[in-house]
C-alpha cells in the first residue's frame, strides 16, 4: 500500500506540572554560565504546531522556605562552622531543624557531613545555602529512612565519581522538595527506594543531577516531579572515558517502579533521562525535554514502560552530528530504546513499552528500536558485567548448550519486542537542525551476530526477530518533513511508502508530509 496524505487531529503533549511563574534558569555569582532554553509559558502551540505549556522552572527562584523557625524547630546558626552537623548528633530522631539565612558549614574535612537520624527534616529560610566550598565530599549521609529536606540550597561539594553529595547513603524514604542541588561534583543526589524529588532544582553538577542507583537494587517507587534538570555533567565524563555509559541529566539503575513526570529537562551536557539495567515499570510524562546533547530518552535493557504526553525538541543535536561526521550511519535517535521491551510475566501496570501523545520537534532522529545480537547473559558483549535478565536467576544457566533451547534461548536475552508506538507527531525542519538526510531517522534493526563462539544468536536471527516477529508498531502518527526509515540493518533505508508496505507494514493510518513544521 502507498503512503497516505491525510488530514487528521494530531496529538497534544500537556505539560501539567506549571509550579512557578519564574523565568528560566539562571546563573549566579556562584555558577557557570546561564540555560540556552526558554520554556514557553501559555497553552497556545508554537509556529510550527508543537503544544506550549508551562514547566517547572524552579532555578531561578525557586519557593521560599519559612522566615522564621517552626515551633520545636532547632536553629542552626551558619557563623558557626559545623553546627549543622552537631546539633544533628546531638538532638533525638524526628527533629526538625532550621537553617538561618546565610551560608552553613561543615567542618573543613573532606569526610565531614550531617548524619540525619530517622524522620528528620531539615527546613531552610529564605538564603539558606549549605555550601561544601569544594572541600567537602558529601552533605547529607547515612542510612537513616525518612528524611526530609525542604527549601535548601546545597553546592560546592566534591564527591566522588559515581557518587552523590545528597542521600549518599541511599537511604530510603527520603523527600527533597524546594531544593537546589548544584555546581557539585559527581552525582547531585543519590535515591532510595520511595525517594521522592520535588519542585527541585539539579543543575550543573559533575557528572549527574540524580544517580537512582541503590547498592542491592532495591530501589521501588520512585517519584521525580516537577524538577529542573539542567546542565548536568560539566565533566564531561563520556569524553573522559569513552563509552563509560556513566552521564545523564538522572541514571535510573534496577529501579522498579517510577513516576517521571512534569519535569523541565534541558542543557545537559549527554542524555537527559537515561534508564539503564533491569528498571521496570516506569511512567515518563508531561515532561518538557529539549536542548541536551545526547538522547531525550534511553530505556536500556529494561522493561515495561510508558512514555506519553512529553514535548520533545531540539535534542541530541551534539551526539548525532558528531557522528555523522565521522561517517557513522548507525541511526542515534532521540528516544533509544535498546535491548528493552515489554514482559507479561514481569509484573508492572503495563505489559509493554508504549510511546504515545508525544511531539517530537526538530530533534536529531526520532525513535530506534535497536537490540544488539551479541548482548545476552555471559556475553562479553554485555556492559552491565554480571547481570543477566529479569527472567533468569541463576546466569551461570545462560550457557552451551542449554541456551540453544527453550526457554532460557529467549529468556537470557534482553529483547526489544512488544513496543507500540502511536499518536505521536513528528516534527523535522532540517533548516532548523542545519542536516540532512541523516537527521530525519525512524529506525528497527539489529547487528549480524557474531560473537562468543557459543552463541546462540549468530547471523541475521535477531535482526529478523526484532523487525518482524516481536510485535514492535508504529501506527497512526503524523510526521512532518523528510522522514525516511530503517530496518533490519543500517544499509536498508526505506521511504515512507516502502515502510508501510509489505514485509514491513509499518505506520498502518499515519499521515506524511515532506513540508516541514505543522
Given at each position: ?132 566550598r569544594k572541600t567537602n565530599n ?81 530501589i521501588k517507587g520512585l517519584v ?153 547473559c555471559n556475553s562479553p558483549a ?137
Open positions: 500500500m502507498g503512503f497516505k496524505w491525510r488530514n487528521r487531529a494530531w496529538p497534544t503533549a500537556p505539560l501539567a506540572l506549571a509550579l512557578l511563574a519564574a523565568t528560566g534558569c539562571t546563573s549566579s555569582s556562584d555558577g557557570p554560565a546561564k540555560s540556552t532554553s526558554t520554556p514557553s509559558t501559555s497553552g497556545a502551540p508554537s509556529a510550527s504546531g508543537a503544544p506550549a505549556a508551562s514547566v517547572a522552572r524552579v532555578c531561578a527562584k525557586p519557593a521560599a522556605g519559612p522566615a522564621k523557625a517552626p515551633k520545636g524547630a532547632v536553629t542552626v546558626d551558619p557563623s558557626v562552622v559545623g553546627d549543622l552537623a552537631a546539633k544533628t548528633k546531638s538532638s533525638p530522631a524526628n527533629t526538625t531543624f532550621w537553617l538561618r539565612p546565610g551560608k552553613h558549614r561543615l567542618e573543613p574535612d573532606r569526610y565531614a557531613q550531617v548524619m540525619p537520624k530517622k524522620g528528620n527534616r531539615y527546613l531552610g529560610a529564605p538564603g539558606a545555602v549549605l555550601d561544601g558529601y552533605a547529607f549521609s547515612g542510612t537513616a529512612r525518612d528524611v526530609t529536606i525542604r527549601h535548601l540550597t546545597v553546592q560546592r561539594f566534591v564527591a566522588p565519581t559515581d557518587e552523590g553529595v545528597v542521600n549518599h547513603d541511599m537511604a530510603d524514604g527520603w523527600v527533597i522538595e524546594h531544593a537546589k542541588i548544584q555546581y557539585n561534583s559527581g552525582a547531585g543526589l543519590m535515591a532510595g527506594a520511595r525517594q521522592k524529588v520535588r519542585a527541585s532544582c539539579l543543575r550543573d553538577n559533575g557528572q549527574y543531577g540524580m544517580n537512582a542507583y541503590k547498592t542491592g537494587d532495591s521525580v516531579e516537577g524538577n529542573e534538570i539542567v546542565g548536568n555533567n560539566t565533566g564531561d565524563w563520556e569524553r573522559r572515558k569513552p563509552g563509560c555509559g556513566c552521564t545523564g541529566g538522572i541514571k535510573f539503575w534496577a529501579v522498579n517502579g517510577a513516576e517521571v513526570r512534569g519535569n523541565w529537562v534541558h542543557d545537559n551536557r549527554g542524555v537527559g533521562l537515561w534508564a539503564d539495567n533491569n528498571n521496570n515499570d516506569f511512567h515518563i510524562e508531561n515532561n518538557l525535554i529539549e536542548a541536551n546533547d545526547g538522547a531525550a530518552v534511553m530505556y536500556e535493557t529494561s522493561y515495561n514502560a510508558v512514555i506519553r504526553n512529553n514535548t520533545i525538541r531540539r535534542n541530541n543535536w551534539v551526539e548525532g552530528r558528531k557522528y555523522a561526521g565521522r561517517g557513522d550511519n548507525f541511526p542515534y535517535a532521540t528516544i533509544y530504546v535498546s535491548e528493552a521491551g515489554g514482559e507479561p510475566r514481569i509484573r508492572a501496570r503495563t505489559d509493554k513499552i508504549e510511546i504515545y501523545g508525544n511531539v517530537l520537534e526538530n530533534n536529531w532522529n526520532g525513535i530506534t528500536l535497536w537490540e544488539n545480537a551479541d548482548r545476552f554485555n556492559t552491565s558485567t554480571g547481570y543477566c535478565t529479569l527472567l533468569v536467576k541463576d546466569t551461570d544457566r545462560c550457557a552451551k548448550p542449554a541456551i540453544s533451547k527453550a526457554p532460557l534461548y529467549a529468556d537470557c536475552r534482553w529483547k526489544t519486542q512488544r513496543v507500540d508506538i502511536h499518536d505521536n507527531r513528528f516534527l523535522l525542519d532540517t533548516s532548523v537542525v542545519k542536516c540532512e538526510t541523516e537527521c530525519g531517522r525512524m529506525a528497527v534493526l539489529s547487528n549480524y551476530g557474531t560473537y562468543p563462539k557459543w552463541s546462540p544468536y549468530k547471523g541475521k536471527r535477531v535482526a529478523d526477530a526484532i523487525t518482524h516477529k516481536q510485535d514492535n508498531r508504529w501506527h497512526d502518527n503524523v510526521y512532518r518533513g523528510p522522514w525516511s526509515f530503517v530496518a533490519e540493518n543500517t544499509d536498508q533505508s526505506l521511504d515512507p511508502g516502502q515502510w508501510q508496505e509489505t514485509p514491513y507494514r509499518q505506520d498502518t493510518d499515519s499521515t506524511f508530509a515532506r513540508r516541514a513544521g505543522g
